[in-house]
């Protein structure tokens, strides 16, 4: 169907109401998008600029059309193509009379869908930035491309917290966590008055271990012994390696007796626990240890010197038993 000047206004008109391909826009000389029908909604959405919507191969002539539209009383036509997602004409599937008419200080320009049109017959080109269902894609593909580098980033940051706050060998919490933690602790007791203690713990005659079945057995024997010590707390205490064989368990809202008690259990725990050392028979291992607790007007490096000399006593005066009291 080709428009004539008779017929274009009448033409033009019907289409607002209409759900035919044909596409109808009004546009002005800057190519802002004043009004469309549903026909030119369907197919590229809500645009509020031509030239946000398409790249004019002669977007130079394009505009000339548009300025010799506003000046003139006769509509312009030509054919045209648009291409979705590319920038040139090969195998363009939409194909279109574009004619334009001047209608109050605006152009009207209509869109007819063609067929069968060969490349003599374009007089311009048109790409569409993206049709609505190329653009979800390529949103959804950003979004998961997005998503897959986020977690990639976001596994990498757990790993280096992990790596800030455990021990690689025995996969328990290192020195820089236990201070954090007896901070938190220490801050809640001047906070509420809830005291807490601490049982530094030093596996027995250890270098005679590692002496006797080689260092790579010593190893074993630490990370048997940190398995021991996780699996006989309680569900809120916390556990953590404090160096060499020394380990430390901080006991929250729990007072001397009670410690006592809990780390009388995990020593009958560690001693009924022997480690399997391949080519030679299971070794039964014990730790010393000193509790102390948490008092007003006591630093953190006071409540660790307290439980540690009480650990030294422990380990001279026989081992394998637990010191909550200065004895002289």
């Given at each position: 169907m080709t428009m004539t000047l008779n017929t274009f206004t009448q033409q033009s008109l019907s289409l607002w109401d209409s759900h035919s391909?044909?596409?109808l826009i009004k546009i002005t000389s800057t190519g802002d998008i004043i009004?469309?029908?549903m026909a030119f909604t369907s197919q590229f959405k809500a645009y509020s600029n031509l030239f946000e919507?398409?790249?004019?191969?002669?977007?130079?002539?394009?505009?000339q059309n548009v300025q010799q539209c506003l000046l003139s009383d006769s509509p312009l036509s030509f054919i045209t193509n648009f291409s979705p997602d590319k920038n040139d004409v090969t195998d363009i599937p939409y194909s279109y009379l574009i004619t334009m008419e001047r209608l109050d200080g605006m152009i009207q320009l209509i869109a007819e869908p063609k067929s069968n049109l060969s490349h003599e017959d374009v007089k311009a080109y048109f790409s569409m930035v993206n049709d609505f269902s190329n653009m979800t894609r390529k949103i959804q593909k950003s979004e998961f491309r997005l998503k897959k580098t986020n977690d990639k980033l976001n596994e990498k940051i757990e790993k280096v917290e992990y790596l800030a706050n455990h021990d690689m060998l025995t996969d328990m919490f290192n020195r820089r966590r236990i201070f954090e933690q007896l901070n938190t602790e220490a801050e809640r007791f001047l906070r509420t008055g809830d005291t807490f203690c601490i049982l530094i713990a030093d596996i027995d005659l250890f270098k005679k271990i590692n002496d006797s079945y080689g260092h790579l057995n010593g190893d074993l024997v630490l990370q048997r012994f940190a398995v021991t010590l996780k699996e006989n707390i309680r569900?809120?205490?916390?556990?953590?390696?404090f160096g060499g064989e020394e380990f430390i368990v901080i006991f929250p809202?729990?007072?001397t007796e009670t410690a006592l008690s809990v780390a009388n259990r995990?020593?009958?725990a560690v001693i009924k626990s022997p480690i399997n050392i391949e080519g030679y028979t299971s070794l039964s291992i014990s730790f010393s240890g000193g509790i102390a607790q948490m008092t007003h007007n006591m630093t953190i490096e006071k409540l660790i010197e307290i439980a540690d000399n009480r650990l030294y006593y422990a380990k001279k005066h026989g081992r394998q038993q637990i010191i909550v009291n200065d004895i002289s």
């Open positions: 391909q044909i596409m009004a469309h029908n919507l398409v790249t004019l191969t002669h977007i130079g002539a394009f505009k569900p809120y205490d916390f556990v953590g390696r809202n729990t007072k995990l020593l009958q």
